[in-house]
């Protein structure tokens, strides 16, 4: 017998303002709170003294049923440097190593980084529009390199589970960075 959320669900996007509705809940995720993302610790202190960024925000609809546990965020970068570093998201890599992610580009320009834990590195270039699957054990990080907000849909399994912990101890191989007015990836020195 169906429960009350095994029925069909939906949810309407405002492709123009990067949103969507219903939204179950909605997070924010300020500099404080990645002081070891960016390679440019002093840039990033100095921002936080004067009083904080949120780099991104995270809108959050899950789709649970009574056998399933499917959800979909929308995550909205704002534009911005810290230091010469493009502003970005945590980055994780899922805890169940048989969970793929699908991310697909709405709004702006960025790159989707991708690493496995034996060093594997890819960039994706995302522009509006770009679909990216993300295959199970790679850390995956988005970084904001345009001028205006980055926004992307993703959709993944509730189980996957969130580690952040791996990439802020092994980071990425290659950062994203402003050299010349232009968005180039360099190679990480942690
Ligand atoms: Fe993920």
């Not at 997070?27 to 004067?50: K, P, T, W």
């Not at 056998?67 to 979909?72: L, V």
């Not at 320009?109 to 679909?131: I, M, N, S, V």
């Amino acid at each position: 017998m169906l429960q009350p959320n095994d029925y069909p669900l939906s949810v309407q996007f405002d492709l123009a303002a990067g949103t969507f509705a219903p939204i179950t809940s909605k997070s924010e995720r300020r500099l404080s709170e990645m002081m070891q993302s960016f390679y440019d610790v002093d840039a990033a202190r100095a921002i936080v003294e004067q009083g904080d960024r949120v780099l991104y925000e995270v809108l959050y609809s899950p789709f649970e049923t009574s056998k399933s546990d499917m959800a979909m965020c929308v995550t909205r970068i704002f534009p911005g440097k810290v230091g010469d570093e493009y502003h970005m998201t945590k980055g994780h890599l899922h805890e169940r190593d048989d969970q793929p992610e699908i991310y697909f580009c709405l709004q702006g320009e960025g790159y989707l980084l991708l690493q496995t834990l034996d060093g594997e590195f890819r960039a994706e270039h995302w522009t509006k529009g770009t679909l990216s699957h993300i295959p199970p054990m790679w850390m995956h990080r988005t970084v904001n390199m345009g001028a205006d907000t980055l926004v992307f849909v993703s959709v993944y399994n509730l189980s996957a589970g969130h580690d952040y912990e791996v990439v802020e101890a092994k980071g990425f191989k290659m950062l994203v960075v402003e050299r010349e007015g232009q968005a180039v990836l360099v190679e990480s020195e942690k």
